[in-house]
């Protein structure tokens, strides 16, 4: 019964609060909205706005992001991608230009350009390069384990895994895999003896900060190993050479394999005619076709001239589409040298028998026209093949004339002698002593071969006396006198910048010279040289005292336009007065000194010899052997041509100069004076002529008939004949029928003569004759027709 009560009395009370409820305005307000929301649809524009809005800034924050992208690829990345984008869809060959042609100074060549074959390869289309480098290796000359392996190494650029550099030891490939670089990939090989360092290209990070980290832990890494180790990093060989010096065999072989990968082209190479005639002077070319050595090397920036650009357009399958020349390569300058190459020839073959004869391991010998410094002839013993100088060792690659110094013992009194009389401190008929012994100081004695006592200076030079000359440097010259003369020839000093590695000698100052050291510069020790130092000197003895700097280069020629260079002085090293003093004791020394072998017959010559011992490279002091010289000029008294013997080290026949070196100076210069037609000035027969016939083919007089062959006639007329216009011969032929001496100068007809016409001639008188290859254009007077 109370619980019902209970639930009715609930009922009551929620009935109330209903009922309160609906008399509340705003609960009233409410449940009529919502029934109104129920009745009305919903708002579906308000959705459909912000989801536009919503999808709106979700494009433009996508276009922005892709704006932003473009910006940083075209503005930021451009050239990496143009650079990209072109080395993978065109390729770059740089053509070498042709370098310049050497001729000698009657314009034949020493050294030209040709085409010549050679073989490349893109490594991307090779297949298998194990397989390649074996077939390109039997189809080449001369291909050992060693090249194959660089084939191999050459021919993997650009794979998925390219070998980097192999040979390395426990600790090195360790080191290398302790770096973590990307891309590296290091194979210690079996057992862990000899690693080997490969790269994943696409892997790769810094090929230049990886290289120098590489080379930061290798031994023995030079900047070369460093470049090569960077580039191998890069991959860049797109192109590789398979052999630049290709022989047509060669490329005719590798044709027939079909190779694919493997392609051919020609390419500007240097040839030398003459093979290793005169190939200290011209030195060589590398495989890149730059100078390697000697001229080439010196002059390389002009000979070499401008490389082309040659540029390959290819698809994805690397097929060549278009090939476009960017860029003509433009050849070098060409050069005119100084060298006579018969003169040089004629050297070489007697300075190379002599070689021979004498067991000699080497020798030099150099030729110079004495009043103009140039280099007639420059000869170094032993010698090479610049068509072929891949194999060619150090010693054969040295210029003697220029590299190598040597003491020139008895050679180098010309420089005493010419010190002592042009300060006056002695004359040719003073008495000197020469007895031996000779002591200076305390050092070593000097001595003699054989005794000549209490003698003339003059005999002292001829006698070639060490005793002699050493008492005339130290009791009368002193060494600040004379070694301001050795400064004064040219001593060192460069001679000329024409020569790459071209020494100065060792010349010691005065204040450095005690008592027996001035008294062993006197006679040719204490003191370095160099063979074309001493002709340098020897020449301005010729010429009359005045020092010539020595030049290789006559002329240059570029377009057809020739450009010849002067010819220089450097100083006055003596007067004319002590020159022609010490011309005549040189004769002496020729006549009845130690230089008797270097006579000719019916010429005057100047010469001395010398005889030196070689120095100790290795812990000083000298060797058991010698070099042999001779140096001097020909004729003495109208001087052509100054030259230098040097022999080094002959074993047999004897080692002195006079011996073995001046027997060659005979035979080179008695060639010389035959090549350039110089007639004899001693003893020289009365000038004779053959009567001249009438003019016209097979014409002659009755009377003419009955003079025989042997009818001849001196001239009514000695006055000088005006000479323009004839041959060579034809006006020689009429100078020494005059009494005069010739001196031709070039190739062709007479252009000028030194001696105008209707001049007197006096005994013994020279004329010098300029040729040219035309016969000069008569003028034409005034009021003559043509």
């Known amino acids: 019964m109370s619980r019902t009560v209970e639930g009715a009395a609930d009922l009551l009370a929620g009935l109330d609060s209903g009922a309160a409820a609906l008399n509340n305005p705003r609960v009233v307000r409410d449940a009529q909205r919502a029934d109104q929301d129920a009745l009305e649809p919903p708002d579906w524009r308000g959705v459909l706005r912000r989801r536009l809005a919503i999808a709106a800034a979700l494009l433009v924050l996508w276009s922005a992001g892709i704006v932003v992208r473009l910006v940083y690829l075209q503005v930021f990345q451009h050239d990496a991608l143009v650079a990209r984008a072109e080395s993978q869809q065109s390729q770059t060959i740089e053509l070498n230009p042709r370098r310049g042609p050497i001729v000698d100074r009657f314009g034949r060549v020493l050294a030209f350009s040709v085409d010549g074959d050679v073989v490349y390869a893109v490594p991307s289309d090779v297949g298998d390069p194990e397989a390649v480098a074996s077939q390109l290796c039997t189809a080449l000359d001369d291909c050992d384990?060693?090249?194959?392996?660089?084939?191999?190494?050459?021919l993997h650029s650009r794979r998925d895994k390219a070998p980097v550099i192999g040979g390395l030891s426990r600790a090195e490939v360790a080191a290398i895999a302790a770096l973590r670089a990307p891309g590296l990939v290091v194979d210690r090989g079996r057992g862990g003896r000899s690693g080997t360092l490969s790269v994943v290209p696409k892997e790769l990070g810094d090929p230049a900060r990886i290289a120098a980290s590489v080379c930061s832990v290798i031994s023995r890494c030079s900047n070369d190993v460093r470049e090569s180790i960077e580039k191998r990093l890069a991959g860049k060989k797109d192109f590789v050479y398979i052999r630049k010096r290709a022989t047509p065999s060669e490329a005719q072989r590798i044709a027939r394999l079909g190779l694919r990968g493997v392609g051919f082209m020609k390419e500007s190479r240097r040839y030398y005619p003459n093979r290793d005639l005169a190939s200290a002077i011209l030195g060589s070319v590398d495989a890149k076709n730059t100078g390697a050595g000697g001229f080439e090397l010196v002059h390389d920036k002009q000979i070499s001239g401008t490389g082309g650009i040659l540029l390959v357009q290819h698809d994805a399958?690397?097929?060549?589409?278009?090939?476009?020349?960017?860029?003509?390569?433009?050849?070098?300058?060409?050069?005119?040298?100084?060298?006579?190459?018969?003169?040089?020839?004629?050297?070489?073959?007697?300075?190379?028998?002599?070689?021979?004869?004498?067991?000699?391991?080497?020798?030099?010998?150099?030729?110079?026209?004495?009043?103009?410094g140039e280099i007639l002839a420059m000869v170094s013993e032993p010698h090479f093949n610049p068509n072929d100088s891949s194999h060619v060792d150090r010693n054969s690659r040295v210029n003697r004339g220029v590299e190598s110094i040597y003491e020139p013992g008895s050679t180098f009194k010309t420089i005493t002698a010419a010190a002592a009389l042009e300060e006056q401190v002695i004359r040719p008929t003073?008495?000197?002593?020469?007895?031996?012994?000779?002591?200076?100081?305390?050092?070593?004695?000097?001595?003699?071969?054989?005794?000549?006592?209490?003698?003339?200076?003059?005999?002292?030079?001829?006698?070639?006396?060490?005793?002699?000359?050493?008492?005339?440097?130290?009791?009368?010259?002193?060494?600040?006198?004379?070694?301001?003369?050795?400064?004064?020839f040219g001593f060192g000093v460069r001679a000329t910048r024409d020569f790459p590695a071209e020494s100065s000698g060792m010349v010691h100052p005065p204040s450095a010279l005690k008592e027996h050291d001035l008294a062993r510069v006197a006679i040719g020790y204490t003191i370095a040289v160099t063979p074309l130092q001493m002709a340098a000197a020897m020449s301005a003895i010729a010429n009359g005292g005045e020092l010539p700097k020595p030049r290789l280069v006559r002329a240059t020629f570029s377009g057809g336009v020739r450009r010849p260079t002067a010819p220089e002085m450097v100083r006055r090293a003596i007067s004319t007065d002590t020159a022609a003093r010490l011309t005549t004791m040189m004769e002496t020394v020729v006549e009845s000194g130690t230089a008797r072998a270097a006579q000719i017959e019916g010429y005057s010559l100047a010469a001395k010899t010398g005889t030196a011992r070689k120095l100790n490279p290795v812990g000083g002091g000298y060797l058991t052997e010698y070099m042999a010289s001779t140096l001097g000029f020909f004729p003495s008294r109208n001087p052509a041509v100054a030259m230098i013997v040097v022999i080094d080290s002959p074993h047999k026949k004897g080692y002195y100069g006079g011996a073995v070196a001046a027997p060659v100076f005979q035979r080179i210069a008695d060639a010389t004076l035959r090549h350039l037609a110089i007639s004899p000035n001693v003893q020289r027969q009365p000038p004779i002529v053959v009567r001249r016939q009438n003019e016209g083919p097979g014409l002659s007089t009755v009377a003419d008939r009955h003079v025989g062959e042997s009818s001849r006639a001196f001239p009514t007329s000695t006055l000088m004949p005006d000479m323009t216009g004839l041959s060579a011969r034809e006006a020689a032929q009429r100078l020494v029928a005059l009494g005069w001496e010739p001196r031709l100068r070039g190739q062709g007809f007479v252009a000028s003569q030194s001696v105008a016409p209707g001049t007197a001639p006096d005994e013994g008188g020279v004329c010098r004759l300029e040729l040219t290859r035309l016969p000069p254009t008569p003028a034409v007077s005034e009021g003559s027709t043509q």
Do not use: W
């Open 317 to 372: 399958q690397r097929r060549v589409l278009t090939t476009s020349l960017e860029h003509a390569p433009s050849a070098g300058l060409g050069y005119e040298l100084t060298i006579d190459s018969r003169l040089q020839f004629l050297a070489e073959r007697e300075l190379r028998a002599a070689i021979d004869e004498h067991g000699a391991i080497g020798g030099t010998v150099i030729m110079m026209e004495p009043h103009t």
């Open 430 to 488: 003073d008495m000197v002593d020469a007895t031996m012994p000779c002591r200076f100081g305390t050092a070593k004695p000097i001595s003699d071969v054989s005794p000549i006592g209490v003698v003339t200076y003059a005999t002292v030079f001829a006698k070639s006396s060490n005793c002699g000359t050493a008492r005339v440097a130290v009791g009368r010259l002193g060494a600040e006198r004379l070694m301001r003369y050795v400064r004064r």
């Open 145 to 154: 384990g060693e090249e194959r392996a660089s084939l191999v190494q050459r």
